[in-house]
C-alpha cells in the first residue's frame, strides 16, 4: 500500500510534469472509481497539487478540486511519449503499455499527454469537489505526523488510558496521519519499543523518542522517494524510490536487528505483518 512517502513523492512527480495544464477530456473506465462529474474539469487547468496524509489534491482553482486516494493498490502514471512519471503500488503497469486492464480513468490534456489513474483492488478513488467539501474531508484526517501539531503532549494525551497496542495506535489516523505499516516497524525498532506495548504503558521519554523516531523514517522516506518493495520495479525512472534500501526491520524476518544483531520475528498485529526484535524492542 503506498503510505505518506510514496503518495508525497508522487504528488511531487506530478507538479513537474502537469501544473498549468488544461484538461481536454476525462474518461471513466470504472464507475466506482469516479465521484462526481467527469465534464466539471474539461477545460480547466491544473494550478495546485498538494497532499493531506495519503490525498492527493488537484486544484482548478474557482473552487473545483480533485481529491485522489490511491487507498491499497493506486498509482497515478503521467505518460509523455516514452517518459513515465508519476507513482504508487509497484505493478507491471509501471512499464507495460498503457491503459492497461486496472486503468480505471484517463485524463487527456490539451497537448494530448495523458494521466492515468490504474486501481488493481478497486479502492481507490477520485472525487470531484468543492473547496467546503476538500475542508470537510481534511477535518475527519488527523495532523501529519510532521506537522508540528504533533507533540510529545499531544501524543501523551491520545495515549493516556488507551490500552490498544502502541503500533496500532500510530497506524490510526484519527490519533495521527501518515504512518503506514512500513514505517511503523522501522520507527519502533529505532525507538526501541515494542509493537506489544499497550499505549497507555509508554512514558514520557518514551513517548518523545517515537515521536522523533517516527519523523526520522517518514522523512527519510520522502527525502528517498518512499518504498518500492518490489524488486522488479526498483530502476524505474521517474517511479520507484529507495526507501527500501534503508528499511530497519520491515521484510527482514530472521535477518539481523540493526541496534542488537538478535534475529528480527514476523509476527501478525491486526491483520498486518509486524516485524520487530524481541531483545531490544522491550
Given at each position: 500500500m503506498p503510505e505518506l512517502p510514496e503518495v508525497e513523492t508522487v504528488a511531487q512527480q506530478l507538479k513537474k510534469v502537469i501544473l498549468q495544464k488544461k484538461v481536454k477530456a476525462v474518461e471513466i473506465r470504472k464507475a466506482k472509481s469516479w465521484v462526481g462529474d467527469p465534464k466539471a474539469v474539461n477545460g480547466k487547468t491544473i494550478q495546485n497539487i498538494s497532499r493531506r496524509a495519503k490525498i492527493i489534491r488537484i486544484g482548478f482553482g474557482h473552487n473545483l478540486n480533485l481529491l485522489i486516494h490511491l487507498k491499497m493498490s493506486g498509482q497515478l502514471i503521467y505518460v509523455d511519449g516514452k517518459k513515465r512519471f508519476g507513482g504508487g503500488h509497484p505493478t507491471a503497469d509501471w512499464i507495460q503499455d498503457l491503459p492497461s486492464s486496472h486503468t480505471r480513468v484517463i485524463f487527456t490534456f490539451i497537448d494530448n499527454t495523458k494521466l492515468f489513474f490504474n486501481d488493481q483492488r478497486i479502492f481507490g478513488w477520485i472525487k470531484v469537489m468543492n473547496d467546503q467539501e476538500v475542508a470537510k474531508e481534511f477535518d475527519k484526517l488527523a495532523?501529519?505526523?510532521?506537522?508540528?501539531?504533533?507533540?510529545?503532549?499531544?501524543?501523551?494525551?491520545?495515549?493516556?488510558k488507551r490500552s490498544i497496542l502502541v503500533k496500532q495506535m500510530i497506524m490510526d489516523n484519527t490519533i495521527l496521519s501518515g504512518v503506514g505499516n512500513i514505517y511503523a516497524c522501522d520507527a519502533l525498532n529505532l525507538a526501541k519499543?515494542?509493537?506489544?506495548?499497550?499505549?497507555?504503558?509508554?512514558?514520557?521519554?518514551?513517548?518523545?523518542?517515537?515521536?522523533?523516531?517516527?519523523r526520522h523514517v517518514i522523512n527519510l522516506g520522502i527525502k528517498k522517494g518512499g518504498a518500492t518493495a518490489h524488486g522488479k520495479y526498483v530502476h524505474v525512472t521517474g517511479l520507484a524510490g529507495k526507501y527500501q534500501d534503508f528499511m530497519l526491520?520491515?521484510?527482514?524476518?530472521?535477518?539481523?536487528?540493526?541496534?542488537?544483531?538478535?534475529?528480527?520475528?514476523?509476527?501478525?498485529?491486526?491483520?498486518?505483518?509486524?516485524?520487530?526484535?524481541?531483545?531490544?524492542?522491550?
Open positions: 495532523p501529519d505526523i510532521i506537522d508540528p501539531a504533533i507533540t510529545p503532549t499531544y501524543l501523551a494525551q491520545k495515549f493516556a519499543i515494542s509493537p506489544l506495548r499497550p499505549a497507555k504503558q509508554l512514558s514520557p521519554a518514551e513517548i518523545q523518542t517515537l515521536l522523533k523516531s517516527m526491520v520491515y521484510g527482514k524476518k530472521d535477518e539481523p536487528c540493526p541496534n542488537c544483531g538478535q534475529p528480527i520475528q514476523k509476527i501478525r498485529l491486526a491483520g498486518r505483518g509486524t516485524f520487530y526484535c524481541p531483545h531490544c524492542q522491550t
